[in-house]
């Protein structure tokens, strides 16, 4: 933690529309900023803009957020480490959105607690399929999936649930952990088939090659999704089924 960084008593992961929906906005580029967040209030989300690392710390302290848009580019804290902050100290969701696109500058983000990687200038079609595919998907007349019935944080099945269209895993409890598209298909071969599926199979499915470089990739798949859940508090349904291939511990539903 830096000298920047206050005691921040982040709540419990959003469960109220307004939380779920709340989006903080660190950008020092005025016009930008204010693009992107009158961008979110058309989609129906409640966007605050913040000039800096040290705006950021002031506002978040004063209400929780879902989410946060955040440039690495920032006058008087570097992006990282704002964000090793926000993944260590609160529930926020992480969408870093720069102008750098070195892969040096990715690895370090995706380290910091990054969930997603943007850059400028962004499609507005891009971004807003981020932010829903992090929070949910919110109506622009502020209904909510609460008044839809179907309340991401609630119970919603005494199974897993994977949503393709959102690329998302439910808990039972009704968290929720956004995924990676070969990550959505990982999960649903195995939600195909009640028996362990075999790395063969598994490699071929997901596109790799049957040498030895296609079973490194499904372990690193494998090993990213389980930090990522790790990271999130959340223990995935996965069990690897030694000298055979994967399995899931537990039932998921395919929506």
Do not use: C
């Given at each position: 933690?830096?000298?920047?960084?206050?005691?921040?008593?982040?709540?419990?992961?959003?469960?109220?529309?307004?939380?779920?929906?709340?989006?903080?906005?660190?950008?020092?580029?005025?016009?930008?900023?204010?693009?992107?967040?009158?961008?979110?209030?058309?989609?129906?989300?409640?966007?605050?803009?913040?000039?800096?690392?040290?705006?950021?710390?002031?506002?978040?302290?004063?209400?929780?957020?879902?989410?946060?848009?955040?440039?690495?580019?920032?006058?008087?804290?570097?992006g990282v480490v704002l964000a090793e902050f926000i993944r260590q100290n609160t529930n926020m969701r992480i969408i870093v959105l720069t102008a750098r696109t070195s892969i040096e500058s990715r690895v370090s983000a995706y380290k910091a607690g990054a969930d997603t990687?943007?850059?400028?200038?962004?499609?507005?079609?891009?971004?807003?399929?981020?932010?829903?595919?992090?929070?949910?998907?919110?109506?622009?007349?502020?209904?909510?999936?609460?008044?839809?019935?179907?309340?991401?944080?609630?119970?919603?099945?005494?199974?897993?649930?994977?949503?393709?269209?959102?690329?998302?895993?439910?808990?039972?409890?009704?968290?929720?952990?956004?995924?990676?598209?070969?990550?959505?298909?990982?999960?649903?071969?195995?939600?195909?088939?009640?028996?362990?599926?075999?790395?063969?199979?598994?490699?071929?499915?997901?596109?790799?090659?049957?040498?030895?470089?296609?079973?490194?990739?499904?372990?690193?798949?494998?090993?990213?999704?389980?930090?990522?859940?790790?990271?999130?508090?959340?223990?995935?349904?996965?069990?690897?089924?030694?000298?055979?291939?994967?399995?899931?511990?537990?039932?998921?539903?395919?929506?």
């Open positions: 933690m830096t000298a920047l960084s206050p005691d921040i008593e982040q709540e419990t992961p959003a469960s109220h529309k307004a939380e779920r929906g709340r989006i903080m906005v660190v950008e020092d580029d005025n016009d930008f900023r204010d693009s992107i967040v009158e961008t979110l209030a058309l989609y129906g989300y409640e966007a605050t803009g913040a000039k800096s690392a040290l705006d950021f710390y002031h506002k978040v302290a004063q209400k929780p957020y879902a989410l946060v848009i955040l440039d690495l580019g920032l006058p008087d804290q570097n990687y943007l850059l400028k200038p962004v499609n507005t079609d891009e971004l807003i399929a981020s932010v829903e595919s992090n929070l949910g998907r919110f109506s622009p007349t502020g209904e909510d999936e609460q008044a839809a019935g179907m309340n991401p944080l609630e119970p919603l099945s005494p199974n897993w649930q994977l949503v393709r269209a959102t690329s998302t895993i439910i808990m039972p409890t009704g968290e929720k952990l956004g995924l990676s598209l070969k990550e959505v298909d990982f999960l649903a071969h195995l939600a195909s088939n009640p028996d362990e599926i075999s790395r063969q199979e598994l490699t071929a499915s997901l596109g790799y090659d049957d040498a030895s470089s296609g079973s490194k990739a499904l372990d690193v798949l494998v090993h990213r999704l389980r930090q990522k859940g790790a990271e999130h508090g959340i223990k995935l349904p996965v069990r690897t089924v030694r000298g055979k291939g994967y399995r899931l511990s537990e039932p998921l539903t395919l929506k």
